[in-house]
Nanobody, 128 residues
Framework: LQLVESGGDLVQPGGSLRLSCVVS????????VAWFRQAPGKAREGVSC????????YYANSVKGRFITFRDKDLHTRYLQMDNLQPEDTATYYC??????????????????????WGQGTQVTVSS
């Protein structure tokens, strides 16, 4: 299974970005895909997760109401739509996958240890 993220960029506060995670090598309907982020000097933190066959969608409290994760119709790409971005959202964003279910519904306490496959990351910088 291979995951490739894209879409990171420099954006002003209040702006929007859409990250993509293209998945290859397996039937993605069988995998949960999560987004994590890591800022310099900080621990990796969970952002969102969508379960296999859309079996549940979960968000960290810090992004609820601003970020949405969804998939395309052919199931090969997962997206993270990020609106009203703030400087504290600045980080490298990673997508990760595991079979079927999100490792935890509580993204606030999930640092990603339960995920088997990872992308290389894409940088998001929010600055004026």
């Amino acid at each position: 299974l291979q995951l490739v993220e894209s879409g990171g960029d420099l954006v002003q506060p209040g702006g929007s970005l859409r990250l993509s995670c293209v998945v290859s090598g397996a039937t993605m309907d069988y995998y949960a895909v999560a987004w994590f982020r890591q800022a310099p000097g900080k621990a990796r933190e969970g952002v969102s997760c969508i379960g296999g066959s859309d079996n549940g969608t979960y968000y960290a409290n810090s992004v609820k109401g601003r970020f949405i994760t969804f998939r395309d119709k052919d199931l090969h790409t997962r997206y993270l739509q990020m609106d009203n971005l703030q400087p504290e959202d600045t980080a490298t964003y990673y997508c990760a996958a595991r079979p079927w279910y999100c490792y935890s519904s509580n993204l606030d306490s999930d640092s990603g240890g339960g995920y088997d496959f990872w992308g290389q990351g894409t940088q998001v910088t929010v600055s004026s």
